[in-house]
């Protein structure tokens, strides 16, 4: 398993962008997938963004088009970048991974909250 670590998350008005950051604990360049899911109180945990095997990256379709994932392998670690935010996605956001030999892991999360 790799421990991952969170931050970037905050209180931002609607319209406005963060940044998030997921650090892993060792190299992520052999990680098989790496990215990013939310869980809003009362609903189920969903995708926002990951990579998957090599650059292919895949969206959640509630922020399709509004963030944007990317990656810094010399610091291990993986960014999400959100523009045009929206109350809905208010939630606690969490960094995933998964290894090579299909363990998965989470990291503890980091609480957006968009209000005026």
């Known amino acids: 398993q790799v421990q991952l670590v969170e931050s970037g998350g905050g209180l931002v008005q609607p319209g406005g962008s963060l940044r998030l950051s997921c650090v892993a604990s060792?190299?992520?360049?052999?990680?098989?997938?790496m990215g990013w899911y939310r869980q809003a109180p009362g609903k189920e945990r969903e995708l926002v963004a990951t990579f998957m095997s090599g650059s292919i990256t895949k969206f959640g379709d509630s922020v399709r088009g509004r963030v944007t994932i990317s990656r810094d392998n010399a610091k291990n670690t993986v960014y999400l970048q959100m523009d045009s935010l929206k109350p809905e996605d208010t939630a606690v956001y969490y960094c995933n991974a998964i290894t090579t030999d299909g363990s998965t892991s989470w990291g503890l999360g980091t609480q957006v909250t968009v209000s005026p």
């Open positions: 060792r190299s992520i360049f052999s990680i098989n997938a």
